[in-house]
């Protein structure tokens, strides 16, 4: 299920789009490998999320936990979210120095749709992670961060 | 164009909410999403809320009138039913809904539920204590009405 693609024209609006993600959020996704939150419980436009990503079987992230920041801004969903690994990892799409997601790197942020979730993102997070580019890679101490 | 195929019965209640206003309660439609209403709540005479003036969104899903609106408040109100995030504890607006009720009937319920909230199911249990030992002590001084009257003025004075 995606949410907020109705098929047809019926748009739903920023905020209630948000609390629909709360709430799938709050239930838990798929088996648990991917989960995400909101930071400030008192924040009405709901801006500021945690995500967590259990790294991928077989690959060098396999037993790390990453976390990352996205940021809804007023704009969303009709932009994405910015976004940004918390835990240093060393990745394609992934600023060295910052732990931005550089969208441009990243296919989901660059050729965004408004019916994309935070959950799509962290899933499609999870599978570059294991992307042969990326599954290799040399990376930072566990439990660092930028 | 999304307000194309508006169902009639939306654009019915639509021009009504807007010809004929409740006492206390506006709500129009947004220009780019006519099922996306702004709405605007005054806080009934004797209740904490009175003198306020509260902000909330609201939203017509695909399935109305066979589903509910989800409508949430966006000012600050301290309330046993309502939570941080101005969600709203109504039974209407979840298993009690029913497609005889209407946006206008939904906005009354929730004016009804500030006058006299509904402790026993509350979602901020600390609220609905405060509540409850208010109503207990039937005393103007309880710490639910101090709060609830404090936020009024300080979140919902409408400047």
Redesign the interface.
């Known amino acids: 299920m995606t949410i907020g693609s109705?098929g047809?024209?019926?748009?739903?609006?920023r905020?209630?789009r948000l609390?629909e993600e709360?709430e799938r959020g709050e239930k838990g996704i798929g088996d648990g490998t991917v989960s995400y939150g909101m930071d400030d419980?008192?924040d009405?436009y709901?801006r500021s999320w945690t995500g967590t990503i259990i790294g991928p079987l077989n690959t060098v992230h396999e037993g790390r936990i990453y976390q990352l920041k996205l940021f809804c801004d007023k704009d969303y969903p009709e932009k994405p979210p910015i976004v940004r690994f918390h835990t240093r990892i060393k990745m394609a799409c992934v600023n060295h120095e910052t732990g931005v997601v550089e969208a441009k790197k990243f296919g989901i942020l660059a050729n965004w749709q408004r019916e994309f979730t935070m959950e799509n993102i962290l899933i499609q997070l999870k599978k570059e992670m294991a992307a042969s580019y990326n599954r290799k890679l040399a990376q930072p101490p566990e439990g660092t961060y930028y | 164009?999304?307000?194309?195929?508006l169902p009639r019965r939306i654009i019915k209640e639509t021009q009504r909410l807007l010809s004929e206003p409740a006492p206390g309660i506006s709500a129009s439609p947004?220009e780019?999403?006519m099922?996306?209403f702004n709405v605007m709540i005054l806080g009934p005479t004797q209740s904490p809320y009175e003198g306020g003036v509260f902000k909330l969104?609201l939203?017509l899903?695909?399935e109305y009138p066979m589903a509910a609106p989800?409508v949430?408040f966006?000012t600050?109100i301290y309330h046993p039913n309502i939570d941080?995030?101005?969600?709203i504890c109504l039974d209407i607006l979840k298993d009690k809904w029913s497609p005889a009720l209407q946006i206008r009937t939904v906005l009354l319920s929730i004016q009804a539920l500030l006058s006299a909230p509904n402790p026993d199911d509350p979602l901020s249990e600390n609220i609905a204590k405060h509540w409850k030992s208010n109503e207990a002590e039937a005393v103007e001084t309880g710490v639910f009405l101090i709060t609830a009257k404090e936020w009024t003025r300080l979140y919902a004075s409408g400047v």
């Open positions: 109705a047809s024209s019926i748009v739903v609006p905020n209630f609390l709360l419980g008192d009405i709901m | 164009m999304a307000n194309s195929n947004s780019e999403n099922r996306y969104e939203f899903p695909e989800k949430r966006l600050k941080k995030l101005g969600r």
